[in-house]
C-alpha cells in the first residue's frame, strides 16, 4: 500500500515513474438485496491518504446521467442521481467536484464507458477523476449504471449496476461512493454511516438521528425531559443514552430496529455510555458505591466488573478500536485530564498535561489519536493527540466554544459541537486535519454531543 503525502498529486507523471504497484487480486463482496453488481477492479494502490494534514482536494468531474430510454422521469431521476452523487462526493473533504460549465464533452450523449470517453477533454481541464452515469427506469423500477475514472491512466477503476425501486436511489448512489471511497483511500468511508445527537423540542432534550450528511433526520426519544449523551453500538443496531425522565439519570439501552432493550437504574447517578467494539457490553460512570467510577456492563445493564477504583470522580470512558483500552475523564490530581486504562494490565497512563481541564476524549478509528476538548483562558477548544508523541494539535480556534468530539467510522472526520453561531450550540463537521469546519444540520433548537456509529459496509 502506497500513500501519497504532502502537497504531491496521485495524477503527477514524476510520480508514476517512482511508484511500484503492487496488485493484490481480490473479490469485494458487499451484501445487498436490492442491486446486483459488476465486479469491482482490485486496488493498486491508495490514491488519497485521508489523515495527511496538508491534503489537498482532487478535482473530480461528475457528468449528466445517460437517460437510456429518454422519457421525463428517468431524466428527472438521472438529474437527482447527479444531484446526491455530487453532494456526497463533496462531503469527503478530500474530492472537489467540478463545475459542469468546464466540461469540454458530455459522455450523456456520446458514451459513458471506457472506449467512449475522449480523456483528453477531461485531463485538459485539470479532471483527475471522471465519474460518468446512465439510468434505465421502468414502471418504478430503476437501474444504475456508475463508473470511475482514472483520467490521466485512461483506466476504468470502478464499475457498478445498481438497481432497486426510485425511492433507493440515494441508497444506491451511497454505495457506490462507498466504492469510490474504498478504491481511494482504502476506507469504505462515511457513507453507510450515521449520527446520533441531542437536540432540543420544546425546551426539552431529546434524542435524535440523521445520516451522515445530515440528511434523513428521525426523533428517536419523547421523554419530554432531558436525554443526553447518545452512544452507538458497533453495529449501529443499539443506542445507548442517559434521561432524567424518571428522575435521576438513569442510562437506557435501546435495540433501534426491534424495539426492545433495558434501563440501568442504580443508586445515585448512571451516565456517559460507550459500547465495546465487537461487543453487546458497554462501560459506564456509576456513583453507587460514592463517586463515579467506570463499570462494564451487559447489554441488560448488568454490572460484569468494576474498571475504575480512585479517589477523584472518573467519567467519559471511550474504547480503544481493539476494545483493550479506555480513554476517560477524572479528577484524581484535582483537576480534570484525560487518562487510558489498559484493562489487561490495569496500567492507567495520564496523557493530556497541558491546560487545566481537558475532558471528553475520543479514540480514533485507527487507534493511534485521541480528540479532546482542551480549555484554556475560559476558551473551549477541539484537539487531537497522536498517543504516540503526546504532542496535542489544536483544531478549533476563535470561533465560539467547540466541544463532544466524535470520529468518523474512517478516522477522515470529526462531528463536534460549536457556539460560533450566534452562541447558540449547533452541531459541525471537519476533516481530522482541522480543515473544512462547516454545519452540518439546519434544525430548530439546539443541538449537542453527536456521536458518529461506526457500522461499515
Known amino acids: 500500500m502506497v500513500s501519497f503525502a ?3 498529486r496521485y495524477c503527477s507523471h514524476d510520480m508514476f515513474n517512482k511508484i511500484i504497484l503492487f496488485i493484490l487480486y481480490c ?8 442491486f ?43 438529474k437527482t442521481a447527479r444531484y446526491i452523487l455530487k453532494e456526497a462526493l463533496e462531503f469527503t473533504g478530500y474530492l472537489k467536484t467540478m463545475n459542469s460549465v468546464a466540461f469540454l464533452s458530455n459522455p450523456a450523449e456520446s ?47 470502478v464499475g457498478k449496476v445498481y438497481t432497486g425501486s426510485r425511492s433507493q436511489i440515494r441508497q444506491m448512489i451511497h454505495l457506490f461512493c462507498s466504492e469510490i ?23 426539552k432534550k431529546e434524542i435524535f438521528t440523521c445520516d451522515f450528511d445530515g440528511q434523513n433526520i428521525k426523533q428517536i426519544t419523547s421523554h419530554k425531559s432531558i436525554s443526553l449523551s447518545p452512544s452507538w453500538s458497533f453495529d449501529g443496531k443499539w443506542l445507548a443514552y442517559v434521561s432524567y425522565a424518571r428522575g435521576n439519570p438513569q442510562i437506557f439501552i435501546k435495540n433501534l430496529r426491534e424495539k426492545r432493550g433495558s434501563i440501568v437504574n442504580y443508586k445515585g447517578m448512571n451516565i456517559s455510555p460507550d459500547w465495546m467494539p465487537g461487543q453487546l457490553k458497554l462501560a459506564a460512570a456509576l456513583s453507587f458505591s460514592g463517586d463515579q467510577e467506570i463499570y462494564l456492563l451487559t447489554v441488560k445493564g448488568e454490572i460484569i466488573k468494576r474498571i475504575t477504583r480512585n479517589w477523584g470522580i472518573d467519567v467519559s470512558p471511550r474504547f480503544s478500536p481493539d476494545g483493550k483500552r479506555i480513554v476517560f475523564t477524572s479528577k484524581r490530581i484535582g483537576t480534570p485530564q484525560v487518562y487510558i486504562k489498559d484493562l489487561e494490565s490495569a496500567r492507567v497512563q495520564r496523557l493530556t498535561f497541558k491546560g487545566l481541564n481537558n475532558t471528553s476524549a475520543a479514540w480514533s478509528p485507527d487507534g493511534g489519536k485521541i480528540a479532546y476538548v482542551g480549555i484554556e483562558k475560559n476558551n473551549i477548544n477541539i484537539f ?9 494539535v489544536q483544531l478549533t480556534r476563535n470561533a465560539g466554544d467547540n466541544e463532544d468530539p466524535a470520529w468518523s467510522p474512517d478516522g477522515s472526520m470529526l462531528t463536534f459541537t460549536s457556539t460560533r453561531e450566534g452562541g447558540i450550540p449547533r452541531i459541525f463537521v ?28
Open 36 to 78: 446486483f453488481s459488476i465486479p469491482v477492479y482490485a486496488r493498486d494502490y491508495d490514491y488519497i491518504n485521508v489523515s495527511n494534514p496538508f491534503l489537498k482536494k482532487t478535482p473530480v468531474a461528475v457528468t449528466e446521467f445517460k437517460a437510456f430510454n429518454g422519457h421525463a422521469t428517468e431524466v428527472k431521476d438521472g
Open 384 to 392: 487531537v493527540m497522536n498517543i504516540d508523541s503526546g504532542m496535542p
Open 27 to 34: 473479490f469485494l463482496g458487499v451484501g445487498c438485496s436490492l
Open 181 to 203: 471511497s474504498y478504491k481511494l483511500t482504502g476506507k469504505w468511508g462515511v457513507f453507510n454511516s450515521k449520527i446520533a445527537f441531542v437536540s432540543t423540542v420544546k425546551g
Open 430 to 457: 471537519m476533516n481530522a486535519s482541522g480543515s473544512d469546519q462547516r454545519r452540518l444540520l439546519r434544525l430548530k433548537g439546539k443541538q449537542t454531543q453527536p456521536d458518529w456509529s461506526m457500522s461499515k459496509n
Open 111 to 157: 458514451g459513458i464507458q471506457l472506449a467512449q470517453i475522449s480523456f483528453r477533454d477531461w485531463t485538459g481541464i485539470g479532471a483527475e477523476l471522471l465519474v460518468t452515469g446512465g439510468i434505465v427506469e421502468n414502471q418504478g423500477k430503476v437501474k444504475l449504471q456508475l463508473r470511475l475514472f482514472d483520467t490521466f491512466k485512461t483506466k476504468l477503476l
Open 6 to 8: 504532502g502537497n504531491k
